[in-house]
Nanobody, 116 residues
Framework: VQLVESGGGLVQAGGSLRLSCAAS????????MGWYRQAPGKQRELVAF????????NYADSVKGRFTISRDNAKNTMYLQMNSLKPEDTAVYYC??????????WGQGTQVTVSS
């Protein structure tokens, strides 16, 4: 499974961005997917995840009500809609997929920078 993120960039506080994660390869084996982020000097943290059918989602407390995770299985793509962005959302955002064997796959990351 290969994962490629896109959609990062520079935005002012209060603005919005939508990240995309395109999966290829053995996508039929993917179970849950998620978005993680890592800010400079900090550990990587889970932002949101979504189950294979999209029926269950979960969010970090810091992004609840502002971020929305979704996936389009027909396009093998996952999204993260980020609204009301804050400077503390600045980080490299990584796409993650877990297959049926619980093996983790990672994308290369996309930079999100929120200016105050």
């Amino acid at each position: 499974v290969q994962l490629v993120e896109s959609g990062g960039g520079l935005v002012q506080a209060g603005g919005s961005l939508r990240l995309s994660c395109a999966a290829s390869g053995s996508t039929f084996s993917i179970n849950a997917m998620g978005w993680y982020r890592q800010a400079p000097g900090k550990q990587r943290e889970l932002v949101a995840f979504i189950t294979s059918g999209g029926g269950i989602t979960n969010y970090a407390d810091s992004v609840k009500g502002r971020f929305t995770i979704s996936r389009d299985n027909a396009k093998n793509t996952m999204y993260l809609q980020m609204n009301s962005l804050k400077p503390e959302d600045t980080a490299v955002y990584y796409c993650n997929a877990i297959d049926l064997s619980k093996y983790n796959y990672w994308g290369q990351g996309t930079q999100v920078t929120v200016s105050s």
